[in-house]
């Protein structure tokens, strides 16, 4: 049975930073495309960022530059790693499973920049 | 980068209604269109890719159609568990992009 377990958000300074981490079971996260999806709080979802089979990494214009996607074969884990936070950074990140039509998500987690 | 625009914000309907969303693309995507359901709390859940087919479990009430710019998703007959936000999303090119959703409510 195919999991993503997501973990590593929390309340954090505007400006600093955080790793997000997509622990996945079922399959091995360099088979496949994973993605990091957020939903700001009672608003819509927005891609963030893609890793495809080959290692070659997309993002979406709000994050380039601050967020980094990246996955260890070894944990089979996928990660999202988000310099310089800004207020407008503050959403659920969920991570997911798939090339464009993505069929498993996990369950999200809490990303809050405030000071 | 490519803008998905969906219609209607909200769509009040009753069980049994026939319910169609749209979703239209600033710019052709041929078929590269999924559809996403999503409840309060809960990730999405993928109800139809490349435009018109559907994911493994999901009703057949549910279809899709289109191409090029203009989508639809069809909810041929409104049960209780339909009430949610629905998403479109492109996947024709980099970066991907989702619409700014629909709820549907009961009215």
């Known amino acids: 049975e195919v999991q993503l377990v997501e973990s590593g958000g929390g309340l954090i300074q505007p400006g600093g930073s955080l790793r997000l981490s997509c622990a996945a079971s079922g399959f091995t996260v360099s088979s496949d495309y994973m993605n990091w999806v957020r939903q700001a709080p009672g608003k819509g979802l927005e891609w963030v960022s893609v890793?495809?089979?080959?290692?070659?990494?997309y993002y979406a214009d709000s994050v380039e530059g601050r967020f980094t996607i990246s996955r260890d074969s070894s944990k089979n884990t996928l990660y999202l790693q988000i310099n310089s936070l800004r207020a407008e950074d503050t959403a659920v990140y969920y991570c997911?499973?798939?090339?464009?039509?993505?069929?498993?998500w996990g369950q999200g987690t809490l990303v809050t920049v405030s000071s | 980068d490519i803008q998905m625009t969906q219609s209607p914000s909200t769509l009040s309907a009753s069980v049994g209604d026939r319910v169609t969303i749209t979703c239209r693309a600033s710019?052709?995507?041929?078929?590269?269109l999924a559809w996403y359901q999503q409840k309060p709390g809960k990730a999405p859940k993928l109800l139809i890719f490349k435009a018109s087919s559907l994911d493994s479990g999901v009703p057949s009430r549910f279809s899709g159609s289109g191409s090029g710019t203009e989508f639809t998703l069809t909810i041929s007959s409104l049960q209780p568990d339909d009430f949610a936000t629905y998403y479109c999303?492109?996947?024709?090119?980099?970066?991907?992009?989702f619409g700014q959703g629909t709820k549907v409510e009961i009215k």
């Open positions: 710019q052709s995507i041929s078929s590269w």
């Open positions: 890793i495809d089979i080959g290692g070659s990494t």
């Open positions: 999303q492109q996947y024709n090119s980099y970066p991907w992009t």
């Open positions: 997911a499973r798939g090339w464009g039509a993505t069929g498993y």
